[in-house]
Every structure is written in structure tokens, then in C-alpha cells.
């Protein structure tokens, strides 16, 4: 979609002021893989990697009508960029709005691979049934991911639009398999989205409890420059990774 059916058009210099913005948070947290969230195009996130200096820039167009999409920055090389967007749900539509993808990235031999989404919103699932899905299918792909590839690192994450305790987020959190590296680290209570004045826990980043191990940090990022950037602030993680 360019853009999406709901979008306002902004102008080039917004645009251009918004990339640079962003591009400043992104050298600053100097990511090797990053998952982003509210992209509108290949041409935007081309940009936008030109900027930040990575070699690997992904984005496929899903059915949002704001034409948000989720994308990918990259160092490492990229193998597979899998999409899940042709899934449906119980009721027949098209399960991702915004999709869900698996991004597998390698570099000497050792394997890391991210799933990524952006879970609909409680403005628009209020009840949060088809959040619920989207997390127990992307829970789904990432235990598949791990019994097939057992060898990599499998990371999963993104914008879902929940609470650590909501019962949307219940099939990725509840039987502790998959960990929330915050709450390692005694970051429970960070808020990662702001808005109406008060902040919200929406954005995760969880890797199985077998690779618990694997975790030197985790942070959130905040600053001015983020604050400029985004209504949402970064979840980063530092993670020994290779062979």
C-alpha cells in the first residue's frame, strides 16, 4: 500500500526529518538485527538503511489500512525472509493485518533467527481474541523454528499491543518456556509505549528459557532523541551468539 487507505500523505520534508530522527536512535543503540514496527515501504526502509549503514533491508506490504507494515534492518546477511501473511484465522480473514515474519540471519556458521509482528491493537480487538491468536501462531512458529532448526538462536518479538499479564499474551508468556529478558534483569515495570500521558508495556523481545544463558543485558532506551523519534521506546538486547 502507498500509502495505505487511512494515511495521511506528509510531506517530503517530514518524511525526511522523521528518517533522520530515526536514523540518529538506531546509530545510537548500534544494533546488529533490528525489527521495526509502523513502516510504510521498501523505499522508506531502503532509506532509512542507507542512513544507518546496513546492508540488509526488509519489508513486505500487508493489509493495514494506515499502511503500517513491520520490517527489518540487518548486518548480518539475511538467508530467508519468510512471510506468513496469506495465514487466516478461525473466522476466515487474513490472520496479520501487519504481517508476521521469520528472518533468518547468519554469520560463521552460527544461525539467529527473528519472528516478528506487530499484534493488532485494543482499540480494534478490544476483547483481544484475535491478538490471542496472532501470539499462540507466533508462538507456534517459534517453537517449530526451534525443533527444526535446533542448532539457532530464535528470538521473538515485536509491537503486541499488550500487557505482560493479559490473557492475550498468555500463549507466548504463561508456561514460561519463552522468557521476557526485561524481567530478567529487573525491568518489569519499563513502559515501551506512551500515550494519553501514561505508559504502557507493549513491545517485547523474548528468547526461550534454554537460552536464558545467552543474555549479558537487556534495556530499554530512552532519551530526547528517542522521545523525537517515536512514541515508543527501543527494547535492546545483547546476546552471545556463534560458534
Given amino acids: ?24 536512535v538506531l546509530d545510537r543503540v548500534d544494533a546488529d538485527l533490528v525489527m521495526l514496527q509502523e513502516v510504510e515501504n521498501p523505499g522508506l526502509v531502503a532509506s532509512l538503511a542507507a542512513r544507518s549503514g546496513y546492508p540488509e533491508a526488509r519489508l513486505i506490504d500487508a493489509f493495514d489500512p494506515r499502511g503500517i507494515d513491520v520490517a527489518l534492518l540487518s548486518r548480518l546477511a539475511v538467508d530467508r525472509y519468510v512471510s506468513h501473511l496469506g495465514e487466516l484465522a478461525s473466522d476466515g480473514r487474513p490472520l496479520w493485518s501487519r504481517d508476521c515474519v521469520e528472518a533468518h540471519a547468519a554469520e560463521g ?20 481474541t484475535r ?3 496472532q501470539a499462540e501462531r507466533m508462538r507456534e512458529i517459534a517453537d517449530l523454528l526451534r525443533a527444526s532448526e535446533p542448532e539457532a538462536l530464535v ?8 500487557d505482560p499479564a493479559a490473557a492475550a499474551l498468555a500463549p507466548l508468556l504463561d508456561d514460561g518456556l519463552w522468557i521476557d529478558p526485561l524481567s530478567v534483569f529487573g525491568l518489569e515495570e519499563s513502559w515501551t509505549w506512551l500515550g494519553g500521558g501514561a505508559g504502557a508495556r507493549f513491545d517485547y523481545l523474548l528468547v526461550p528459557r534454554a537460552d536464558a544463558w545467552r543474555l549479558m543485558s537487556a534495556a530499554v532506551f530512552d532519551g530526547a532523541d528517542v522521545e ?6 527501543p527494547v535492546v538486547l545483547d546476546l552471545l551468539w556463534g560458534r
Fill in 1 to 24: 500500500m502507498y500509502p495505505g487507505d487511512l494515511d495521511e500523505v506528509p510531506l517530503a520534508a517530514a518524511v525526511e526529518a522523521k528518517l533522520a530522527r530515526v536514523a540518529a
Fill in 228 to 233: 523525537a523519534a517515536s512514541d515508543h521506546r
Fill in 155 to 162: 528470538v521473538v518479538g515485536g509491537d503486541l499491543n499488550d
Fill in 109 to 128: 556458521g552460527a544461525l539467529l533467527v527473528a519472528v516478528g509482528s506487530h499484534l493488532v491493537s485494543r482499540i480494534t480487538d478490544p476483547a483481544g
Fill in 131 to 133: 491478538r490471542g491468536e
